[in-house]
Structure formats: C-alpha cells, structure tokens
C-alpha cells in the first residue's frame, strides 16, 4: 500500500524507533475513524510479518489493541457488549467488542511478564501449518453452547438442549418453559406459560403434616461446555457458565429467596424489599436486594469469588462478612486464609457471558481451568510451565486457535490429542 503519513508512523511505532512526538501523533491520527481500514491493512502486514514482530511495552500494546477493537467494531458492526442503563440505575459499562473480521480474528493476547507484553493478532485465514500438533484420531473438541439438563422435583431429567421450544413440565404453581435462545422461565400457571402449548411433567404440591404445602425444589445442570440461562419464578434472571448447577424452588414463597449454586452464575436479582434474595455456595451466602453480581465457586479454583455490577451485597463466610459496593468483589479462600476484598475488573469478571474469555495477568493453569470447562477437555502438563497472560479470546473461537493464541505469545508447547491438551514448556 502506498506509504502515507499514517503508515510510516504506524511502522516507527511497530519497528520501536518512533520518537516521542511520532508516538503522540500515531496514537492520535489512529483514533480517528477516517484511518479506521488503513489501521485493519497494516495489521494483516502486520501479521504477515508476524514471526519477526519485535516486543511493545505492556502500555503500547494495550493502547494499541484497544483501538484494533474499536476500529473493527466500527468497520465490521462488531457487538460493544453493556449492561441495560435502566436495570443498573444508569451505570453503562462498555465491554471489549466482540469483532468477526473475514482475516482477522476479532481477539487479541497480550502476554504480561516482567513489565514487557508481546502483542499479537490471531489469524482466521490461510496460514498454512498450525503450531500446535493435532491428533487427527478423533473429533476435534468445539466450543460450547446453550446445553443444561433440569433435574425435576420427581428426579426426572430433561435434557434442555434436545427439547422443542415450549412447555417443558408443570412444577407445583409454576409453568416450566423452554423459550427461544437457550432460555428457560418459570410463570405462574396461567400466564404465559399456559399459553406456550405442549405437553409436561405435571408435580403438584403435596400438603406436609399441618396442611402446609410443600416446597418443590428444580435444578438446572450446565455440563462441561455448556451455558444456559434461566429466569426464576420471581422474575430474577441467572445466566450459567459451564460446569454449573443451580438448585432453587419452583416457588419462592418463604421470608427469602434462597438458591443454592456451585460453579458460575452471573445474577439480575427482581427487587423484593421485603424477601431479599440469597446465594449459598458452599461456605459462603451472598444477601441481596436487588442488583447485579457475579459469583464464581468453582470447587477447583483457590477462592470463591462474588464481583459486584450494581446494588448492594453483603458476602459471609466463616467468620468474616463484607458490604460490598459497585466495582468491587470479594474472594474467600478455600484454604482457610479469609476473606479479602478489592476492587474488581467488572469486564473481566462477567467476560465469559459476554462471548468472551479475559484475563489480566492470569497464571497460565487459571487460563487452561476456563478452557477445560468450556471445551470439555481434560488437560496434563509435563515439566513447569510458569506464564501469565492478559488480553481477550472470543469463545466462539477452535480449541485450536486457542491453544495457537497461547503458544504464540508464550514459550509453551501444547498438542491436542483426542480431548487431551498436554502442555510443556518449549
């Protein structure tokens, strides 16, 4: 392409020979939309030229990948995720976009060590050998989808990914529907449940010894590499990540609406002053009002960890017990070291609902955690691998490219055998 004012600069800055000034006048010249398709060319010559690509400063490379996203949302109608203005009391985050470019994966990784990134883009085109071996004796592992089994209050199973759209079982009051989009609601008989058409299990209420009628409890399972959302009988909507289960009643009509998780959820708690909403998980019970939160207890990780979007929580465990307000999470450890609070990356912590996985300087086990859960792979490592990666992966990308990404920006080697990731050092 011909050599413009913009490209040149765009080469000092790649090239690391950019004088202050030169830098001050890319950065500036690069948020501009009008240099929006001449940033996407130079990033595909780039790439071409990717194996040679000298290191930026952690610093670079994130001002630099921002505007690689907002750049192809812009060109490309990519998707800036953000929470509803009128849920959240007006609190927007914009989220990282979600980019599909025809060349050039929508992600990027930047690999945080010792204060240097090493900055590159992922290829969706026709490089012609992938770097990371691939056993060709099985189907290879794809990303998850909207997959979850519901558990009813008999124990019968119903398989949510292979059932039509529709009435899915009559628990107690509460209409059980299947919706479009991998979605499951509960409603009061007669409401829009009844109206969906269809054939249920049908589980009345049974009354106990004083005439009381008993509660029924439901149980939505996401499997390895599997999602699912539901809305709760009291119009709270949980979104589910992979490898996670939620009991709750079909019913809420106690003091308190309590749920009980293991894994993952991401909350839009419905306000009911006068029965607050709790999540125990394990150890630790969260108590809500009203808002928005994500709580991550996967039994595998070092801590339970509740990060707050908007509202008021108050998290306890053990003997500890904390307020949190928007932006900040609180973690309690598994080993018996507390409970600590800190402000949270709200981005980061609801990334994988958002189509995305995010880390910022994530151990490289932590990363293959969420990979495992959401390809559904079991994985072995040989020798000591000690990485930490920052940056963005669409989870709608292969494993493969994955794993690529990773091997890329890291001195590791991974190989893919059947549902097998074996990773090693290079």
């Known amino acids: 392409m011909p050599l413009t004012r913009f490209a040149f600069l765009f080469r000092k800055f790649h090239q690391k020979t950019a004088t202050p000034e030169e830098v001050a006048e890319f950065q500036r010249l690069a948020a501009m939309d009008e240099h929006a398709a001449e940033l996407q060319q130079l990033l595909e010559e780039a790439w071409a030229e990717a194996d040679t690509m000298p290191v930026f400063t952690e610093t670079e490379s994130e001002a630099l990948l921002e505007r690689v996203l907002v750049a192809g949302r812009e060109a490309q109608e990519g998707r800036v995720l953000r929470e509803d203005a009128e849920r959240s009391k007006g609190r927007v985050v914009e989220m990282a976009p979600v980019v599909r470019w025809p060349r050039i994966v929508a992600a990027a990784v930047v690999l945080a060590g010792l204060g240097i990134g090493v900055w590159w883009w992922g290829h969706s085109g026709a490089r012609s050998t992938m770097p990371v071996a691939v056993s060709k004796a099985a189907a290879a592992p794809v990303p998850g989808g909207n997959k979850a089994v519901l558990i009813l209050a008999n124990g019968s199973a119903v398989t949510l990914d292979s059932t039509k759209n529709g009435l899915v079982a009559m628990q107690g009051a509460s209409n059980v529907v299947k919706v479009a989009g991998g979605q499951l609601a509960y409603a009061r008989s007669g409401t829009a449940g009844a109206a969906s058409g269809g054939k249920g299990t049908t589980a009345g209420d049974a009354p106990d010894a004083d005439g009381a009628a008993t509660v029924l409890y439901n149980t939505i399972r996401t ?5 699912y959302e539901v809305t709760l009988p009291d119009g709270s909507r949980v979104w589910l990540n992979a490898a996670t289960s939620l009991r709750f009643p079909t019913a ?15 909350f839009e708690v419905a306000r009911a002053k006068d029965q607050p909403f709790k999540v ?147």
């Open 252 to 266: 809420f009509a106690g003091a308190d609406r309590t749920v009980e998780l293991s894994g993952e959820a991401y």
């Open 280 to 426: 125990k998980v394990g150890g630790m019970t969260v108590d809500v009002l009203g808002t928005h939160f994500d709580v991550m207890a996967y039994d595998d990780e070092e801590s339970f960890r509740t990060t707050l979007l908007s509202g008021a929580v108050r998290v306890s465990g053990g003997k500890a017990s904390r307020v949190l307000r928007p932006g900040q999470e609180a973690s309690l450890s598994l080993d018996d070291r507390g409970m600590t609070e800190a402000e949270a990356d709200t981005d980061q912590a609801v990334a994988w609902k958002n189509g995305l996985f995010q880390f910022e300087s994530a151990g490289l086990k932590e990363v293959m955690r969420q990979v495992a859960r959401w390809y559904d792979v079991d994985v072995h490592y040989e020798g000591t691998v000690e990485r930490h990666f920052s940056g963005y992966i669409a989870r709608s990308a292969s494993l493969a490219d994955v794993l690529h990404q990773l091997e890329r920006a890291g001195k590791t080697s991974f190989t893919l055998e059947g549902r097998t990731v074996t990773v090693k050092p290079k």
């Open 223 to 227: 499997p390895r590499g599997g999602q």
